[in-house]
């Protein structure tokens, strides 16, 4: 049986610069999902080493946090049957060389460090993610 779930979902620095807000918002409310809540704001670089506080020990993380609050981002609370996995399908693959066209990453991006849209990998960091962007 689906499950309604929540979560969060951002529209990266690179996003909102190309101007893909609309384009990224169109797929997820055509899929059926709800948004929630939304924002835009720029990420300060504590919540961003938060945010991404599983990657403190790669080699990529300093550019993470440097590239998250390079510009405003929206984040989002998506809301739908199955959002979390769902929403990981819309996406589509971390690295945009590997992500299915017909995904936001797969038809949007080139680059890994430039991906378009950040995603909960699950319902435990949907929760985690979606306190730390919403209270
Ligand atoms: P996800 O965004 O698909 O969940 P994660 O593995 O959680 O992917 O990585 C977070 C973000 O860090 C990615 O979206 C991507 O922008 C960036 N990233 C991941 N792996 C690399 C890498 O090997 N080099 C540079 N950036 C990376
Ligand atoms: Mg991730």
């Not at 060389?97 to 890994?112: C, E, F, V, Y």
């Amino acid at each position: 049986m689906p499950e309604v779930q929540q979560t969060c979902i951002m529209v990266k620095p690179d996003g909102v610069r190309r101007g893909l807000i609309g384009e990224v918002i169109r797929r997820i409310e055509h899929r059926g999902y709800r948004i929630r809540e939304m924002k835009l704001f720029t990420v300060d670089p504590e919540l961003a080493r938060e945010h991404y506080a599983e990657h403190s020990e790669k080699p990529f993380f300093g550019e993470l946090v440097s590239f998250i609050t390079s510009g405003p981002v929206v984040a989002m609370m998506v809301e739908g049957d199955d959002a979390v996995a769902g929403m990981r399908q819309i996406m589509g693959a971390t690295d945009p060389r590997d992500a299915a066209p017909g995904s936001i990453r797969g038809d949007l991006a080139t680059l890994i460090t430039e991906n378009i849209v950040h995603g909960s990998d699950s319902v435990e960091s949907a929760e985690r993610e979606l306190k730390l962007f919403f209270g």
